[in-house]
């Protein structure tokens, strides 16, 4: 699953550095999470490394971007290679994440 940054977030700049992935940015009113980003930082870290140097603990699991640890390493592997994930639209069991062809 994609994270997601809530409105209790405090603008303290800490989790964006963090993000091996580019997918925190700073919002309208808060840091927001681009969810086609986030792999929870699978590929890089055992953990999601926002979650842990959060000081407030706003950042839970994204409900409407649910993942398994397969399409978040495909996810992952696909911002590695340069492309951007293919996401399909969200379904009951959640997103669907392709694995690019391999070349």
């Not at 303290?12 to 927001?32: K, R, W």
């Not at 986030?38 to 950042?59: M, N, R, S």
């Not at 399909?88 to 690019?100: I, K, L, Y």
Request: charged share 20%; with cysteine.
């Amino acid at each position: 699953m994609a994270l997601w940054i809530t409105d209790e977030c405090i603008n303290c700049d800490v989790c964006e550095p963090e993000c091996p992935n580019e997918a925190i940015s700073l919002g309208p009113e808060h840091y927001d999470i681009d969810p086609k980003r986030c792999t929870e930082c699978v590929g890089h870290f055992d953990e999601p490394q926002c979650v842990q140097l959060c000081p407030v603990a706003c950042i839970p699991v994204n409900p409407e971007w649910a993942e398994s640890p397969e399409q978040l390493m495909a996810k992952f592997r696909a911002l590695q290679s340069g492309q951007p994930p293919s996401v399909a639209p969200s379904s009951s069991d959640g997103p669907r994440v392709e694995t690019p062809p391999s070349a």
